[in-house]
């Protein structure tokens, strides 16, 4: 797959291409759908398949402050699309001076001079130019100016997450934020993920018989809720069952709220310094203080077990 930062990235003699166009944070099972159909419509008419998506998330640059905890950086998001079959990928930055972009400024510089796009496909909410006047109806009737064709395709999956809620985004960050990972889960189609340098903590895991990987994760990075939970620690290629604490460590008093990974049963790793991935499958517990040393790890063995058992129910 092509990866594109800027108009300016675009090959000069790109041709006519299929192109879908959205923040698509996550690249859940909605988003799939949309860039599944303009895969399929690509390869029917054989031309490449573009997504086009912006960095950073316009609503920090509109609204300062505002900037969604996200569900995947750009580079996770760029592998997804890839195994999606996405031909191309555009990350345009979003400035303040962009944002001012009329709906049909936007339209003439990135779909028809730049990607020259022959089908545009969308979900029915998709708004986009200055102050997102613009929508799918509009993007509709300019296309027939310009010789494109817009597909609108029906994202609304929906399933047991969140009562029943149509799947979004802002629906997965919600659960992620309570600490419903099964719900996550069926929304993004596999476990929610974190990324991070581990880097040195207190060492009190190690201390006491469960050394952790302390993880600083990307900036904006969506973290459940505190609590134990049961996944995966990935680093260098190797994908391990973890138990994984998320919060401030109140036994000791902490005040940093930390995202701490076990490798189960591992020994002797040394991952300082090293990018690593967790990812989060399951709930196991909320975040507690104990009275005693030893009443914690009876805990922490208790959690490691069953952290154990839902990892393996999962990969059978």
């Excluded at 701490?260 to 991935?277: F, N, P, S, T």
């Amino acid at each position: 797959m092509q990866r594109w930062r800027g108009l300016e990235d675009i090959p000069q003699d790109w041709g006519r291409s299929v192109v879908t166009i959205g923040s698509y944070d996550g690249v859940h099972r909605g988003h799939q759908l949309i860039m599944g159909r303009a895969v399929q419509r690509a390869r029917e008419l054989g031309i490449p398949s573009v997504v086009v998506t912006f960095d950073p998330h316009p609503s920090e640059v509109v609204r300062p402050g505002t900037h969604p905890p996200l569900l995947a950086p750009h580079h996770r998001r760029a592998e997804l699309m890839e195994e999606l079959g996405v031909d191309a990928l555009l990350i345009l930055p979003f400035t303040a001076e962009f944002s001012k972009l009329s709906p049909a400024d936007f339209v003439v510089k990135v779909l028809v001079d730049k990607l020259h796009a022959r089908l545009v496909v969308e979900g029915p909410n998709f708004r986009f130019g200055h102050k997102a006047a613009g929508n799918v109806a509009f993007l509709a009737e300019t296309g027939e100016t310009y010789d494109f064709e817009v597909e609108v395709i029906d994202l609304f999956v929906s399933g047991d997450a969140g009562g029943g809620e149509p799947f979004s985004s802002t629906l997965t960050r919600r659960l992620i934020a309570e600490g419903d990972l099964t719900g996550a889960r069926e929304i993004l189609g596999r476990p929610h993920s974190v990324e991070g340098v581990v880097v040195h903590g207190a060492k009190r895991g190690r201390e006491l018989g469960y050394p952790t990987a302390n993880v600083e994760t990307l900036p904006h990075s969506a973290i459940p809720a505190d609590g134990v939970y049961a996944g995966w620690l990935t680093a260098d290629g190797e994908r391990m069952p973890a138990a994984i604490s998320v919060g401030t460590n109140p036994q000791f008093d902490g005040v940093m709220r930390t995202v701490e990974a076990y490798a189960i049963d591992r020994v002797g790793l040394d991952l300082y310094g090293m990018h690593v991935a967790v990812d989060f499958l399951a709930y196991v517990r909320g975040q507690e203080k104990f009275d005693s040393i030893e009443s914690l790890l009876v805990a922490i063995a208790a959690d490691v077990k069953r952290s154990t058992e839902l990892v393996e129910a999962y990969e059978a």
